[in-house]
């Protein structure tokens, strides 16, 4: 995140635009589907089941039933609290809090965001390698440039190398005249 302040990132974070804010609601995701998707977290959707990874009810699964986009929250299936007039409420679980174990794909956005981070369902990260992005390559160009550019240095092609050569000359050649 850009901003250090904890002031600014909480107030950056709760004055989000509507079209920010799903990316601020990604969960990771178990094993084996870290495998097959080739994608470490992902945004929550309504439908997905998650386990419980933090709090009281932790180890407990369920299907998301409802998301708070304004409080930044989620409601998973079965997590209720009885309140003291016996009415019973779902409780609020942030979605970091949660790992997804089962992908709702019903939506053909999501899994088309999915292809694009990687790799089908069907295709393993063996048999498919994802290829670099321009930006990857590029910073790896400029690696190679500053690599060859520090060996030129130490080779002593230098401008300042060879301007401290010329001084030590002169150094020599003065202390030789006297």
């Known amino acids: 995140m850009r901003y250090t302040k904890p002031r600014t990132q909480r107030r950056k974070l709760f004055q989000a635009s509507a079209h920010r804010r799903p990316k601020q609601f990604s969960a990771p995701l178990s094993d084996d589907l870290r495998r097959n998707h080739n994608a470490g977290a992902i945004p929550v959707r309504m439908g997905d089941t998650v386990r419980i990874t933090r709090g009281d009810r932790r180890g407990f699964e369920g ?7 304004k409080k930044y929250r989620i409601f998973v299936e079965g997590v209720t609290r009885e309140k003291v007039d016996g009415t019973t ?3 609020p679980i942030h979605p970091s809090k949660v790992l997804i174990t089962n992908l709702n794909l019903d939506d053909k956005w999501r899994r088309e965001t999915l292809k694009r981070k990687g790799a089908t369902q069907l295709s ?22 500053h690599e060859t550019a520090k060996a030129k240095k130490d080779e002593g092609s230098s401008k300042r190398a ?6 030590t000359k002169k150094a020599v050649a003065e202390k030789e005249n006297e």
């Open 63 to 69: 299907k998301i039933t409802g998301i708070s986009r």
């Open 124 to 145: 393993s990260p063996e048999t498919k390698r994802k290829e670099p992005s321009k930006k990857t390559v590029a910073k790896r160009k400029k690696a190679t440039k």
């Open 89 to 91: 409420i779902q409780i």
């Open 162 to 167: 060879k301007r401290a050569r010329r001084v």
